[in-house]
């Protein structure tokens, strides 16, 4: 089955640690993106990718640094200059129809990564 | 102003109700919308996607006023399962990319 594969599931990181996370998929869509969300509030970007090898900010990038280095693979990885981390991180991917122009059918999330500094 | 704007809720109603919600967004050229259903600790779920002309699916009824700039769900009969946030998201207005923008998310809780 066709899915998009968030790891590891919980994560608990240390002052000053930089940790990874993975998300990997296998529909074959071309963009892909990380939100962070916490407790009863909404989703918030932090990267996003339309093709391999390039790759835009979103609202809350300082502290998170992502790569595309394959289409099924966008990694983020959360440095310790991310002063507060402990959030629900969810990886999304999406279809791109039409090349600038904004119409898609909505996105395809993992299961989110929990992540908790100790 | 947020570009998407929701009641948080919680909407308690009991099984059996109907239920709406609106969601208002800031941008008039905005092109896509879908609502968004999340379990708590879960990811979010693509419910239905709304079009201009309204669609319905199941117990499920979409509504869009591009007019007065708000999208609505209607879940008719409520059940226990339907306890969840559910979540409005637009498209940018032409933007050359997916990006989303996503509501804040609109509680139900349906109790017995």
């Known amino acids: 089955d066709g899915g998009i594969t968030q790891s590891p599931k919980y994560l608990f990181r240390k002052e000053g640690q930089n940790v990874t996370l993975s998300c990997e998929q296998n529909l074959n869509h071309d963009a892909m993106y990380w939100y962070r969300q916490d407790p009863g509030q909404g989703l918030r970007l932090i990267y996003y990718?339309?093709?391999?090898?390039?790759?835009q900010k979103g609202d809350i990038a300082e502290g998170y640094s992502v790569s595309r280095e394959k289409k099924e693979s966008f990694p983020l990885t959360v440095t310790s200059a991310q002063k507060n981390p402990t959030a629900f991180y969810l990886c999304a991917s999406s279809i791109t129809l039409l090349r600038g122009y904004a119409l898609n059918y909505g996105y395809t999330f993992g299961s989110g990564t929990r992540l908790t500094v100790v | 102003r947020k570009e998407v704007e929701q009641d948080p809720g919680p909407f308690n109603v009991p099984e059996g109700a109907t239920v709406a919600f609106n969601c208002t967004y800031s941008?008039?050229?905005?092109?896509?919308f879908f609502w968004y259903r999340q379990d708590c600790r879960k990811e979010p779920k693509l419910l239905m996607s709304?079009?201009?002309s309204g669609n319905e699916d199941g117990r499920f009824t979409a509504q869009l006023n591009r007019a007065s700039q708000y999208i609505s769900l209607l879940i008719r009969d409520s059940k226990l399962s339907d306890s969840a946030t559910y979540l409005c998201v637009v498209t940018p207005a032409y933007s050359n990319t997916d990006k989303l923008i996503f509501g804040t998310g609109t509680r139900l809780q349906v109790f017995p």
């Open positions: 990718s339309q093709i391999v090898n390039d790759f």
């Open positions: 709304v079009y201009s």
């Open positions: 941008n008039s050229a905005s092109q896509s």
